[in-house]
């Protein structure tokens, strides 16, 4: 019998992706998002377009016994969207509605497994001060002391999915996502992340140019690629362990270290402008102890083996836009 996948958020970046790993593996597929992908045709078997907020349509899209469901829909984006204050209502509304809607709606159709992503952003903000000696740990969560409402929002939802197991007899998979980058992902428009808004910097500059980075661009973080993401959500969401745990890479890099990492990549010779704009917290790496002893499994992809495919693709997406206003 065929098994079947049901993909919330399959219009966006990590949910695109997900969907043609799980088509490779023989699943039947529904994709559900508020749009199409913007950036490829989506592989699922039946993708529908509607609204996660609306319980309705919620109920409507989960009407079979479906052998996996992957929970990814939310209202997210980069530094730009986030850390701005501007949209933390939307940010914090949005993401719970859906929460709330999907864990209803597969309570009510005994679907038990279901994969939830949550964020690094939930982590201590005080933890992650030192940008060299960052704290993510899995059991460093508490206190609670999120740096932005995106991330009280995923500690909210990851604590609604643990009362579901408890009530309800579900089974969450909770992976804590660190930064996924690769192609196929928001490259432009404020809602970008850090490696997709530097390749697209370095692709529209000149051979020697001035990019602009906020901050004093020392802040680190860690990057996961796409595929190594989608593997560790498979492992997993069919694992006997629940989480929370961490899914990203653990080798850390200054953002200034990401720029030359990109501009070497363009073989472009790139000079870097520091300005004010939102930076998160100081420093951020994902702890991968916990995931390899449970999963006996971690990240090992190089960053710079990611970086190269995803820069190649934005420069193609910076030429199609240069062609089009010309």
């Avoid at 949005?94 to 159709?109: C, G, H, M, P, Y």
């Avoid at 998160?280 to 992809?301: K, T, Y």
């Amino acid at each position: 019998m065929v098994k079947t996948a049901l993909v919330c958020g399959a219009g966006g970046f990590i949910g695109g992706h997900l969907v043609k790993r799980l088509k490779t593996e023989g699943f039947w597929v529904r994709g559900v998002d508020l749009k199409f992908h913007e950036y490829c045709e989506s592989e699922a078997d039946d993708f529908v377009v509607g609204d996660l907020r609306d319980p309705s349509f919620v109920r409507s899209i989960v009407d079979r016994r479906f052998d996996e469901v992957y929970q990814l829909a939310a209202d997210m984006g980069g530094a730009g969207y986030i850390f701005t204050g501007e949209n933390d209502a939307d940010v914090m509304h949005n993401s719970a509605t859906i929460n709330l809607n999907v864990l209803d709606a597969v309570t009510k159709r005994s679907i038990r497994r279901i994969f939830y992503s949550s964020s690094a952003c939930m982590y201590p903000a005080h933890n992650q001060l030192d940008p060299d000696n960052p704290n993510c740990r899995e059991d460093s969560a508490y206190p609670a002391a999120p740096d932005s409402e995106y991330g009280w929002e995923k500690l909210f939802s990851e604590r609604l999915y643990l009362a579901y197991k408890r009530n309800y007899g579900i089974e969450p998979r909770i992976a804590r996502f660190h930064n996924i980058f690769g192609p196929e992902g928001t490259w432009d428009g404020g809602k970008e992340k850090a490696p997709a808004a530097i390749s697209r910097k370095v692709a529209a500059a000149d051979d020697v140019d001035e990019i602009e980075i906020w901050g004093d661009g020392l802040q680190t973080r860690s990057f996961l690629y796409i595929d190594e993401c989608v593997e560790g959500v498979i492992r997993l969401t069919r694992s006997d362990f629940e989480g929370p745990v961490n899914i990203g890479s653990d080798e850390m890099v200054t953002i200034n270290g990401l720029v030359a990492m990109v501009a070497d990549i363009a073989g472009k010779r790139i000079a870097i402008r520091h300005v004010p704009g939102p930076q998160g917290v100081r420093g951020r790496n994902s702890d991968n102890e916990l995931i390899r002893r449970r999963l006996g499994w971690a990240p090992s992809q190089r960053l710079r083996a990611g970086l190269e495919p995803t820069y190649r693709w934005i420069e193609q997406q910076v030429r199609g836009n240069r062609k089009v206003a010309a």
